[in-house]
């Protein structure tokens, strides 16, 4: 089992930059695929971006590519979500989430821990 807990989030300008950061406990990250997830009011939870177990491999929704990245420490159990050139439609909760899979799911429902979540909102 594994507790996560994001930071990072905040209030930021159109093209702007974040970084979010998700620190784990428990179970070490390497035995987890990394996934980022957002949810806007309104809207379903969707999948931003993933990062595989073993590291190396990542894989981003069209929504972020280019201007998203996903990066992960397992020494240090964190993983990161650098956001740059950000968009008012980028304004959401911002979560991550572990899943034990040896490929990276977009599904939320193959994601078994869960952060509480950070705010992100870009003013245009």
């Known amino acids: 089992q594994v507790q996560l807990v994001e930071s990072g989030g905040g209030l930021v300008q159109a093209g702007g930059s974040l970084r979010l950061s998700c620190a784990g406990s428990?179970?070490?990250?390497?035995?987890?695929?990394m996934g980022w997830f957002r949810q806007a009011p309104g809207k379903e939870r969707e999948f931003v971006a993933g990062?595989?177990?073993?590291?190396?491999?990542?894989y981003y929704a069209d929504s972020v590519k280019g201007r998203f990245t996903i990066s992960r420490d397992n020494a240090k159990n964190t993983v990161y979500l650098q956001m740059n050139s950000l968009k008012p439609e980028d304004t959401a909760v911002y979560y991550c989430?572990?899943?034990?899979?040896?490929?990276?799911?977009?599904?939320?429902?193959?994601?078994?821990?869960w952060g509480q979540g950070t705010q992100v909102t870009v003013s245009s």
């Open positions: 990062s595989l177990w073993r590291g190396g491999i990542t």
């Open positions: 989430a572990a899943a034990s899979s040896t490929y990276i799911p977009s599904n939320a429902g193959a994601y078994a821990y």
């Open positions: 428990g179970r070490p990250f390497s035995s987890y695929t």
